[in-house]
């Protein structure tokens, strides 16, 4: 157990910080798992009006820093590369 006031601060901001990604990644995995779903079944037209949603997640998360907006980038693109295939 932290011992010095800023090592008991700092402990209380990384369980905020852990509780905070781990519900920024769960929300990444739900939607591209939903997404992945859609497309596997075969239902393109309800992909490709999620599609939106899956972006804005995507784009959510490059903006707070939890993914690289690279990785966003290619994200994405692999994504609709899925839905055009």
Request: aromatic residues 4%.
């Amino acid at each position: 157990m932290p011992k010095t006031k800023s090592a008991k601060k700092a402990l209380r901001q990384n369980i905020r910080r852990r509780a905070r990604n781990l519900t920024r990644k769960k929300k990444i995995k739900d939607t591209l798992k939903k997404y992945k779903q859609l497309i596997i079944a075969g239902k393109r037209g309800e992909a490709k009006s999620f599609l939106p949603q899956v972006y804005k997640v995507l784009d959510k998360m490059a903006k707070v820093n939890f993914i690289k907006e690279g990785k966003a980038k290619r994200l994405k693109s692999r994504l609709t590369k899925q839905l055009l295939e």
